[in-house]
T-cell receptor
């Protein structure tokens, strides 16, 4: 069964609106979750690391005020795309890493496809 | 230079064929290596981890060459269901995962 869920699976919105995406870890508590973005025919790019109870860590070039991350519980992280514009249209995927051993894999959510008109 | 580079393909092969993908990584400090499979418009799913001694899982064989900084994936007896994009992933530092842009495989009847 699914380890990570995301909601919504797709969203279409007008330019200037804000969109919230939820990521839930279903099988275990996750102090850390990850948010990725994938443009067509490109690789997944890590946007930020979401830390439960503290501030997210953003990758270089990712605007923290535009992509708000809240990790309020051990099973839920949210990504809010504020004042979305067409260039923010992308596939947003969250993931949870199982355990801390080096070979522990990441489990990905099913992704949220955002289209900004 | 990209952290992880892959030939985007597509690789078009008939059913039953053997196909191999390579992937190179730029940072010698990379610590863990994976192959993920991604179907169109879906999330990536782990195919297999790659161990230093090489490892096999059914029709899939992965190898790692640290000296040359490349990883390979061999698929034997290709099935139609193997059609997907294969992502090479490396981990450096505790939580930094770097993804290749993927190699597309089309297995045809």
């Amino acid at each position: 069964g699914a380890v990570v869920s995301q909601h919504p699976s797709w969203v279409i919105c007008k330019s200037g609106t804000s969109v919230k995406i939820e990521c839930r870890s279903l099988d275990f508590q996750a102090t850390t979750m990850f948010w990725y973005r994938q443009f067509p025919k490109q690789s997944l790019m890590l946007m930020a690391t979401s830390n439960e109870g503290s501030k997210a860590t953003y990758e270089q070039g990712v605007e923290k005020d535009k992509f708000l991350i809240n990790h309020a519980s051990l099973t839920l992280s949210t990504l809010t795309v504020t004042s979305a514009h067409p260039e923010d249209s992308s596939f947003y995927i969250c993931s949870v890493r199982a355990g801390g051993a080096p070979q522990n894999e990441q489990f990905f959510g099913p992704g949220t496809r955002l289209t900004v008109l | 230079r990209k952290e992880v580079e892959q030939d985007p393909g597509p690789f078009n092969v008939p059913e039953g064929a053997t196909v191999a993908f390579n992937c190179t990584y730029s940072n010698s400090a990379s610590q863990s290596f994976f192959w993920y499979r991604q179907d169109c418009r879906k999330e990536p799913k782990l195919l297999m981890s790659v161990y230093s001694s090489g490892n096999e899982d059914g029709r899939f064989t992965a190898q790692l060459n640290r000296a040359s900084q490349y990883i390979s994936l061999l698929i034997r007896d290709s099935k139609l269901s193997d059609s997907a994009t294969y992502l090479c992933v490396v981990r450096r530092n505790f939580n930094k995962f770097y993804f290749g842009s993927g190699t597309k495989l089309n297995v045809k009847p």
